[in-house]
Structures are given as structure tokens and as C-alpha cells.
């Protein structure tokens, strides 16, 4: 899922680089949560920065790396939101 989520996630990243600023909705999951955080209350501006351990798929894994794609470009001063979906299941 490297391809779709990451690689896809820098390519819209560069895009909204290039030129004229261009401001990024980036839809996420409480997948980038560990398993044990996905049913409890977890704020927006969470720090994610150690939950990449717990992390056992390839999805919830590349999902991560492309959220921190995100904010990296946000720190940046890029306008870029993130909208996580709650557990749709």
C-alpha cells in the first residue's frame, strides 16, 4: 500500500508545493492509532510519533507515514488539514 498511500500522498504534497500555494484536505483513519487507542477518545493533535510500533498492517503502517507526510509539509507552513474517520465499522 506504499504506492497508494505514500507515494500518493508526496505527489499531492509536491503538487501543492509547486508554484502557487495550493491548500491540501487530506482524508486519514484511526488506523494510524495502535489497536488498543482505536474505541477510546484520542484528540485531533494527538502526537503520533510513538505509535508506529504498534502499527501490525501494511495499511494502518503506510497510512501513518502519509499523515506524517502531512505534517511535516504543515510545519512548513503549508495549509494542509487532516480529517480522520472514526471506526466506520
Known amino acids: ?5 505514500v507515494v500518493g500522498t508526496e505527489n499531492v504534497l509536491r503538487f501543492a508545493c509547486q508554484g502557487k500555494t495550493k491548500p491540501v484536505h487530506f482524508i486519514s483513519s484511526d488506523a494510524v492509532f495502535p489497536l488498543e487507542d482505536r474505541f477510546r477518545v484520542v484528540a485531533e493533535d494527538a502526537d503520533l510519533s ?13 497510512r501513518w507515514v502519509a499523515e506524517s507526510l502531512v ?3 504543515q ?3 503549508i ?3 487532516i480529517y480522520r474517520l472514526g471506526h466506520l465499522g
Open 1 to 5: 500500500l506504499k504506492g497508494v498511500n
Open 79 to 81: 495549509p494542509a488539514s
Open 50 to 62: 510513538g505509535a508506529a510500533g504498534g502499527l501490525s498492517d501494511g495499511f494502518a503502517q503506510s
Open 71 to 73: 505534517r511535516h509539509v
Open 75 to 77: 510545519a512548513r507552513g
